[in-house]
Nanobody, 116 residues
Framework: VQLQASGGGLVQTGWCLRL?????????????TAWYRQLPGKQREMVAR???????EYGDSAKGRWTISGDHVKNTAFLQMSSLKAEDTAVYSC???????????WGQGTEVTVSS
């Protein structure tokens, strides 16, 4: 499985961005796709995740501001981010984990910079 993350960029406080994570290759039928972020000098944290059956969970940073969704036809997960703050500046990466295995796949990160 290969993951391609995109959509990052430089925006101003309060703006929106939509990140995309496109999966290709031998995609399992049951899996969880997650967005993580790593702020400068800090550990990676889970932002949001969605399963292949539509179950969703948000990390504290995303609750009330962001929405994760998935297009299973295109094998793409999206993270719609609104009300961006300077403290959201980070590298955002997507992860796919097939159910019932310890395997996980990572895409390259996409950088989000929010200027105040």
């Amino acid at each position: 499985v290969q993951l391609q993350a995109s959509g990052g960029g430089l925006v101003q406080t309060g703006w929106c961005l939509r990140l995309s994570c496109a999966a290709s290759g031998s995609i399992p039928s049951m899996y969880t796709t997650a967005w993580y972020r790593q702020l400068p000098g800090k550990q990676r944290e889970m932002v949001a995740r969605i399963t292949s059956v539509g179950e969703i969970e948000y990390g504290d940073s995303a609750k009330g501001r962001w929405t994760i969704s998935g297009d299973h036809v295109k094998n793409t997960a999206f993270l719609q981010m609104s009300s961006l703050k300077a403290e959201d500046t980070a590298v955002y990466s997507c992860n796919l984990r097939p159910w019932g295995t310890a395997t996980e796949y990572w895409g390259q990160g996409t950088e989000v910079t929010v200027s105040s």
